[in-house]
């Protein structure tokens, strides 16, 4: 998640504190709406522990997209 806070502050010209509270935001809300295999995911992807298992990812996916 370091990556993507970096990321957010510097395009956004934010602190990294307040870029992290922006990052920790979108993620809470996201895995909020997002089926619940899916957004088990989110952490495991921004801790740098890849997809996982990407048939299980597309076919939660496959259920959002109709």
């Not at 370091?2 to 010209?13: A, L, R």
């Not at 088990?40 to 997209?65: F, H, R, T, Y």
């Amino acid at each position: 998640m370091d990556e993507v806070v970096k990321m957010v502050s510097e395009k956004t010209g934010l602190s990294e504190e307040m870029s992290r509270v922006a990052v920790e935001t979108v993620l809470t809300y996201l895995k909020g709406k997002l089926p619940a295999p899916i957004a088990g995911q989110l952490d495991n992807i921004l801790e740098g522990g890849g997809l996982g298992d990407l048939g299980d990812l597309a076919g939660g996916l496959g259920g959002l997209l109709g």
